[in-house]
């Protein structure tokens, strides 16, 4: 079974620039999570989707991060315009639902802004 | 909302040692438990996780954890460390509306020979 694919692994931007994640869950997963792992901290959720809806957004920075779902399936989340603080590693992960399963990642991309 | 408690930010043990990662969660009801390791420029793979039933569960790599609803507590034990289980330990709960998934800041373990 295909696993969660992110691209790209790694970006390096200047701030104020734009930059685009994305992400392909596994095949039939409801659920799509976007997480920010700063260095030295844990993953801190930005946005939670059942299907192509959105169930939690509170973390999400609304006047630079954005992130859609279209049609269910792959997501991408943009930043525009970077910060210095935004560099982090971008990590998506993927549920069947959001019952008694587990969620699986994956590998993240890894934003340096300069 | 829910939070997770992880205390100890590293750990050092000595291979063939015991491990045991502490884990606290506050929520009202019984949350959905996990533990997630992460190795280097890695994602999160899953170790184990609780929903209900038997509260000690068994995980992969020789992991278990037990859920103490008394504690709010998901301790994380292996009787044997080697030394490829040097890594970032995270404690996860799955609760609320949606059961949104938190994560717990992490420990990292380093394993001296």
């Known amino acids: 079974e295909a696993g969660v694919a992110q691209s790209p692994r790694y970006k390096i931007i200047e701030k104020r620039q734009s930059v685009a994640f994305w992400c392909n869950p596994i095949s039939g997963h409801a659920t799509l999570y976007w997480y920010q792992q700063i260095l030295g901290q844990g993953p801190k959720l930005l946005i939670q989707f059942q299907n192509n809806g959105v169930v939690d957004d509170s973390q999400l920075p609304k006047d630079r991060f954005s992130a859609e779902r279209l049609k269910g399936v792959d997501s991408t989340l943009k930043i525009q315009p970077a910060k210095l603080e935004d560099s982090a590693v971008y990590l998506c992960?993927?549920?069947?639902?959001?019952?008694?399963?587990?969620?699986?990642f994956g590998q993240g991309t890894r934003l340096t802004v300069v | 909302a829910q939070s997770v408690t992880q205390p100890d930010i590293h750990i050092t043990v000595s291979e063939g040692a015991s491990l045991e990662l502490r884990c606290n969660y506050s929520?009202?009801?019984?949350?959905?438990l996990f533990w997630y390791v992460q190795s280097p420029g890695q994602g999160l793979q899953l170790l184990l996780k609780y929903f209900s039933g038997d509260t000690l569960v068994q995980g992969i790599k020789g992991f278990e954890a037990e859920f103490k609803r008394s504690q709010s507590s998901f301790n994380l034990r292996k009787p044997s460390v080697h030394w490829s289980d040097a890594a970032e330990y995270f404690c996860a709960v799955g609760a609320g509306y949606g059961n949104k998934l938190v994560f717990g800041a992490g420990t990292i373990l380093r394993v001296k020979s």
């Open positions: 929520y009202g009801a019984t949350p959905y």
């Open positions: 992960a993927s549920r069947p639902g959001t019952g008694a399963t587990e969620a699986f």
